[in-house]
């Protein structure tokens, strides 16, 4: 959860709202809104972006600008950046001045790239690359350094994700998504795919993400948030739901309520798939759905997934090639 | 055209060399350095602005419950 680091921009003309508006495939998106609300800014876990085709919701408040022009940040994006903090922090432009006029400032240390050894156990493994995401901290800047699009073919995201790595800088939650699946890929006894997690504080709607994790009958996952109990879990958790009831259970110590819950397919290992990720094969109203009911959809897609990957992997080798592109929406009736 | 002509033929200005190229590209690996260093300097202020802002959020709630 957030304090009020909202934009409070306002007077923003429309032309430059329409200019950084959102694109439907792009689930990173500009400034939409001027005014702050410093009660739900106070309150947002995570400023997660928006999934695509998704009805237009107000993020609480929390808006983020996108860098797209890639590195070094260009003179638009970066004088965009240092315009925001100077708002939004209350030192104002005398805190972006004493950084921008520094004659020196500290070399943050760039974090090695985790390297997998075929010593390293999975869950030491997946503690090595959440260490590294906590490493380059996360952003709270305002600006979003990497584009993501969730559109995207996975390979083209993978190409993103060695640009954050190359680049070190501060990530946000979707980003962390992308660099776990590709710090992760080739582990092919761990299966990854994505949580979307839409929940409401005071009449506002927040969007985060993390990536699930799958390994040996436990699941867990990896992520990026301002808030250290939405972000990584261990690989403990005996089924899906066990896992989504503790992040709502945190997500419950900051009064948010959970809406809706979103579980993709597991995401190949292969990075050079030209498919895209598939974000939500599963799609929970958690407002309509009782606890015990949700339990159970997730718990049976647990298993949907696993029988899946079982199936491939049997069909694979009696050299078949089975494609089962199933798409599970659920039939809960969603907002 | 003999050859010694050729070789007395001016080059054009507009042709980076490849001193030039290695001098941009060391010119915009410090620039990019430099970028670095000001967004982590900045997102270590506001990690703690957030922090503070949070905290004070978190005492609020805590008295309204009260």
């Known amino acids: ?335 | 055209m003999e050859p010694a002509c050729r070789k007395d033929k001016p080059k054009l200005n507009s042709t980076p060399t490849r001193g030039d190229r290695a001098r941009q590209k060391s010119a915009q690996q410090e620039h990019k350095q430099r970028q670095r260093a000001e967004i982590y300097a900045l997102n270590k202020v506001m990690t703690e602005l957030e922090q503070q802002q949070f905290e004070s959020f978190c005492k609020q709630m805590q008295s309204q419950g009260e």
């Open chain 1, 1 to 335: 959860m957030t304090g009020p680091t909202s934009p409070s921009r306002t007077g923003t003309s429309s032309a430059k709202l329409s200019r950084h508006g959102r694109s439907k495939s792009t689930s990173a998106h500009c400034l939409l809104r001027c005014a702050a609300r410093e009660e739900s800014a106070a309150s947002s876990p995570n400023n997660g972006a928006r999934s695509p085709g998704e009805e237009e919701e107000k993020d609480g408040g929390v808006l983020f600008y996108v860098n797209r022009t890639g590195f070094p940040i260009e003179g638009v994006t970066w004088e965009r950046m240092w315009s925001h903090v100077a708002v939004v922090h209350p030192e104002g432009q005398e805190m972006a001045d004493r950084i921008r006029n520094a004659a020196y400032l500290p070399k943050h240390h760039v974090p090695s790239v985790p390297t997998f050894k075929p010593s390293m156990s999975v869950p030491d493994w997946l503690v090595s690359i959440q260490n590294y995401m906590k490493a380059l901290q996360y952003n709270h800047t305002g600006t979003q350094f990497f584009e993501v699009k969730k559109s995207r073919p996975l390979s083209g995201l993978m190409e993103t994700a060695r640009e954050m790595i190359r680049e070190s800088l501060p990530i946000k939650c979707l980003e962390a998504v992308i660099l776990g699946i590709y710090l992760t890929n080739g582990l092919t006894s761990l299966e990854r795919f994505p949580i979307s997690f839409k929940t409401q504080f005071s009449g506002h709607c927040f969007h985060h993400v993390v990536l699930g994790v799958y390994c040996n009958g436990r699941y867990g996952s990896l992520g990026m948030s301002r808030r250290p109990d939405l972000m990584d879990k261990p690989l403990a958790h005996r089924t899906l739901g066990e896992l989504v009831a503790e992040f709502e259970s945190s997500y419950k110590r900051y009064q948010h309520t959970l809406k809706k819950v979103k579980i993709g397919l597991y995401v190949p290992h292969d990075p050079h798939v030209f498919q895209p990720i598939e974000w939500k094969h599963l799609v929970l109203n958690a407002a309509r759905l009782g606890a015990q009911e949700m339990r159970k959809e997730l718990e049976k897609h647990g298993r949907d997934m696993r029988m899946k990957v079982a199936c491939e992997t049997h069909t694979h080798t009696h050299t078949h090639t089975h494609t089962h592109t199933r798409t599970h929406t659920h039939s809960i009736k969603t907002t």
